[in-house]
Structures are given as C-alpha cells and as structure tokens.
C-alpha cells in the first residue's frame, strides 16, 4: 500500500499500523524482510553481530520451513521476529480468506504477534481480520535495497538522510536485495551508531 522513505500524512491517515516507535526516542529499529535464506540471512546476522546490534525479521513461512536452522540462528542472536504471510502474498490481489489462510501457514512456523503486510499491501478488510491478532508494523524509512535500478550508495542514502530516533527502517536478507544490502547495511549501523542512538527490536 505504502513506499515511504520519509514521513508523510499516512501515519495520520491509518493510525492503526505502527509507523514508528518516536516514544522511544533513543532507538532505532531495523527490520528485515523475505527471509531467511542461506547465504544473505547469515551475512546479515554476522554484520550486526560485529556491530553488537539487534534488529527484527519479517520472515516468510515458506522461507522459514525450507531454513528452520537459519530461523533457530535468528532467534538464538536475540533477534525478534515477525510474520510476513507464508507466501509473500500481495494483499490488494488476494481475498481476506486467502490473505489470513496464508498468514495462519506461517503461524505453524513463526511464532509472533507482530505482522508486516508483503509490499506494504492490505485491504482494509484484511485490517480488520489482522489486527484480532497481530499488530501491523509499517515503517518510516524504506532503503529500496531490492531496487536493480539503484546503487548501493543510493539505498545507504535512502537510510541515512531520512532516519531518526524512532524510526523503523526495513531492508531485505534476500537474494534480489543482497548487492544493495552488502554496502548500505553496515555504513547504515556506523552512521546509527555514530549519531548516538542504539538498535533495538519491536
């Protein structure tokens, strides 16, 4: 529904997602979408790792089945995680009962409470069945690290020029991100770090 990279109207207009966390105003908060995957989700792991960071992944059940070993990794890091439906479905072209059927698959998988809609898709009837359980994390900044079309220095300045304490920023542990990722990831923990805030998980 949404590709942010800076704060706009919409955290007003649909108050029910979480946009930000600006109450906890010396944090950060990095996400991570699509995986895990071998390869990339333990790249990502070893990074914030050095940098003593924890951050919050948005799996997707299908990935979480064929990797439960990386899924284990994940969470013995201390990292938290979230539900990204099973299939990475696309809200606005599926049905409320395909959508919630999907987010259930992964429910056998991934145990959380907090939910990321696959492109920031959902309808509103599809909402409404959610949030019974979940609550729906959006973000305020989107670094576009799966964007073929853009370098790695441009995902670093999507992340960099628009974060700030609070924010919720989502980059991807997956194959079409993983270029992108590899350079805008750690300079986006040094530029965290340096601007004295800390990394924490939803």
């Known amino acids: 529904m949404f590709n942010l990279t800076s704060p706009t109207i919409l955290p007003k207009l649909f108050p029910c997602f979480t ?12 996400t991570f ?3 895990p995957v071998p390869g990339v989700t333990r790249w990502v792991l070893s990074t914030l790792k050095q940098f003593n960071a924890k951050a919050t992944f948005f799996c ?12 284990s990794e994940i969470i013995e890091n201390g990292h938290s995680v979230g539900n990204h ?5 696309k809200g606005w072209t599926s049905t409320a009962e ?3 059927d999907d987010i259930k698959m992964a429910e056998e998988v991934i145990e959380s409470r907090i939910f990321r809609p696959p492109y920031g898709k959902i309808s509103p009837a ?9 609550n729906i994390i959006m973000w305020d900044v989107l ?40 350079y805008a990831l750690p300079r986006t923990l040094e530029h965290i770090y340096n601007s004295g805030l800390k990394l924490s998980v939803l």
Request: glycine share 4%.
């Open 19 to 30: 946009w930000s966390m600006k109450d906890k105003s010396d944090k950060v908060f990095l």
């Open 33 to 35: 979408d699509d995986g």
């Open 60 to 71: 997707l059940g299908k990935n979480v089945k064929n990797n439960p070993d990386l899924y």
């Open 85 to 89: 439906t099973f299939n990475h479905l």
């Open 98 to 100: 395909e959508y919630t």
């Open 126 to 134: 599809q909402v409404a069945l959610v949030r019974k359980k979940f």
């Open 143 to 182: 670094t576009r690290d799966y964007d073929y079309k853009l370098t790695g220095e441009e995902c670093l300045n999507n992340a960099t020029t628009y974060i700030q304490p609070g924010s919720i920023v989502v980059f991807h542990d997956s194959y079409k991100a993983e270029k992108n990722l590899k």
